[in-house]
């Protein structure tokens, strides 16, 4: 008897409920064979269970409370096993024309929502041609996408030099230049000196514009390190990377997304 291959599935990640169902349901009518594996209603949930189902397709709204589609895009690519392919990612988007050729521009399909039949159609038609290309989902490639697919550009500010951080009941007065490396806490940042730690309310979103590109270098989601204060880069026997650092004891993982930093030269 002949083999009929698995059919294709998807997970939808998206916040809005109405826009969700009616999604889910334009794209069963427009692809038959596709099965919608689930729905996630925010970015946190969009990579636990896309991590859980390993679906072939993910439609990743831009715009959701707590994490957007780009960083859980992001964290999925860190967390994702070696084996299945990573999922074709597709954005759904409310963004202007600035933003969608930035997404062309980086081989990432996106919807712009509400999405219409012939657009819909269209990105189908792209997905399906790509299921077919088992050999150009590679992890490396969907990293690579991810990296040039940068937030806009804002004005630029002011570089910081001191940081105003509590320690107990103090307020610690600390440069920039002893920070060995900012580390995100659920509300906090920890700024990690040689010496010892303190807390800032600033997000390490609106921590990093502050900071001199040339000198702080993400490595992590979470993680910023000072790259004078770095000895090392090592990898273990499961060829994960990670940093030796010059003052302190502990060592910095560094996330896929951010390996190629540390390539040699």
């Not at 712009?112 to 038609?125: C, G, S, Y």
């Not at 910081?160 to 007065?173: D, P, S, Y």
């Amino acid at each position: 008897m002949p083999t009929t291959s698995p059919p294709v599935r998807a997970l939808i990640a998206e916040d809005e409920v109405l826009l969700a169902d009616a999604l889910s349901a334009q794209l069963q009518r427009l692809w038959p064979g596709l099965e919608i594996a689930g729905i996630a209603p925010n970015g946190m949930a969009a990579v636990e269970q896309a991590l859980a189902l390993q679906p072939d397709v993910l439609f990743l709204d831009i715009r959701m409370p707590g994490q957007s589609g780009l960083e859980a895009a992001r964290e999925l690519a860190d967390e994702w096993p070696d084996k299945p392919p990573f999922p074709l990612l597709v954005f759904v988007t409310a963004y202007d024309d600035y933003a969608i050729q930035a997404f062309e521009q980086a081989a990432l399909d996106y919807v712009l929502k509400p999405a219409n039949d012939e657009r819909l159609a269209l990105t189908i038609a792209r997905l399906q041609a790509r299921l077919k290309e088992t050999n150009d989902r590679g992890l490396e490639q969907v990293l690579a996408r991810l990296r040039g697919l940068t937030p806009a550009a804002t004005a630029p500010q002011e570089r910081l030099r001191m940081i105003r951080a509590a320690v107990g009941n103090q307020i610690r007065l600390i440069p920039v230049d002893d920070v060995v490396y900012f580390e995100a806490t659920d509300k906090y940042v920890n700024v990690v000196t040689a010496d010892g730690e303190a807390l800032i309310r600033t997000s390490l979103k609106e921590l990093i514009p502050q900071l001199d590109p040339e000198r702080f270098w993400q490595v992590h989601r979470g993680t910023v390190v000072q790259i004078a204060g770095v000895a090392a880069a090592q990898r273990d026997d499961a060829g994960k990377l990670s940093l030796k650092l010059r003052k302190r004891p502990e060592m910095l993982a560094v996330s896929r997304l951010f390996a190629h930093l540390f390539r040699q030269m």
